[in-house]
């Protein structure tokens, strides 16, 4: 049986030399493949997504995220108008844009934005180089679990 790629796709986001920024790198790499979705691995560059949208009706963005509230390994789960609601980070410079103020940009720019949003985040703590914690390992599991709900 053939899969349908066009009804839904998933973007990951996060750098692979950034210790647990790596999240969305690491969930590319062990999804890609494997899941009834096209999938799409950006960087740390959301305007990327951009030049990837083809018109599916559900897009599922995958990043690391950064709360003095939350534990490392946490996972968040938004959806819709949530996702600009709570993912409401002020960029300190270009460099430092975040998803949230990213994809208001893009939802204003773009001919074509996505109705149907999600965003899953992980908790993490360490951003520098290094290896992610037994607790980001964690919750790379269950936002994986999470994404599969979500399919």
Do not use: W
Not at 31 to 51: C, H, K, P, Q, W
Not at 114 to 126: L, Q, T, W, Y
Not at 133 to 148: D, F, N, Q, R, Y
């Amino acid at each position: 049986m053939q899969r349908t790629r066009n009804k839904t796709l998933v973007v990951t986001l996060g750098s692979p030399l950034a210790g647990e920024d790596s999240v969305g790198c690491k969930i590319f790499e062990k999804v890609r493949g494997e899941i009834d979705a096209r999938v799409e691995y950006l960087g740390t560059d959301i305007f990327r997504f951009s030049n990837v949208y083809n018109n599916e009706k559900k897009v599922i963005f995958i990043d690391a995220v950064y709360s003095g509230r939350m534990e490392a390994g946490e996972v968040v789960y938004f959806s819709g108008e949530e996702i600009f609601k709570f993912l409401n980070d002020t960029a300190v410079d270009a460099h430092m844009l975040g998803v949230g103020e990213g994809l208001k940009i893009l939802k204003e720019v773009m001919s074509s934005f996505p109705e149907d949003i999600h965003f899953i985040g992980v908790s993490c703590k360490k951003f520098g180089v290094g290896e992610k914690s037994e607790e980001v390992e964690k919750g790379m599991e269950k936002a994986i679990k999470k994404l599969m709900e979500i399919l």
